[in-house]
C-alpha cells in the first residue's frame, strides 16, 4: 500500500490537497485506520458520517485537526483531506498522521493479517 499527495477539485470547484491511499479498498478502512491511529495514542474524535452513493464520507479530528475521510467504490480508494486552512504545518501533520497508518497496513501484509485491494 502507498499514499500521494495530489491536489484536486472539490465539488464546489476550490482547490485543495488530498492524501490518496493506495491498495487499501475497503469501505470500513477508515474504522481499521482510525483503532491504528488510537493505539499510538493520537486523539480521534469522529463526526459526521455521510453515505452518498459512490462515496462514503467522515468527518473527524485528530488532535484537534479537522479533516475528511472519503472512501470512493470505484475504483476503490480512499482519501484524506484538510477541513481547516491549508497551511504548510497542518499539511505536514496530516501527512505524518497518513505515513503512520500505511506504515502499519504494510505490516499487517506482510504478517498476512489483511490483503491488498485495488
Do not use: H
Not at 484536486?8 to 470500513?28: A, P
Not at 462514503?56 to 480512499?78: A, E, G, K, R
Not at 501533520?93 to 506504515?103: A, G, M, P, Q, S
Amino acid at each position: 500500500m502507498w499514499y500521494d499527495k495530489e491536489y484536486n477539485e472539490d465539488n464546489k470547484g476550490n482547490m485543495r490537497w488530498e492524501f490518496e491511499i493506495w491498495n487499501f479498498g475497503y469501505s470500513d478502512a477508515f474504522d481499521y485506520c482510525k483503532d491504528i491511529w488510537l493505539a499510538f495514542g493520537y486523539n480521534i474524535i469522529v463526526g459526521e458520517y455521510i453515505d452518498y452513493v459512490e462515496t462514503l464520507v467522515w468527518f473527524f479530528s485528530i488532535d484537534d485537526l479537522p479533516c475528511m475521510w472519503c472512501f470512493n467504490d470505484y475504483p476503490p480508494y480512499q482519501y484524506v483531506t484538510l477541513c481547516t486552512r491549508e497551511t504548510e504545518e497542518n499539511l505536514k501533520r496530516l501527512e505524518e498522521y497518513v505515513k503512520v497508518i500505511v506504515d502499519e497496513l504494510n505490516k499487517c501484509v506482510k504478517n498476512n493479517e489483511i490483503e491488498p485491494l485495488m
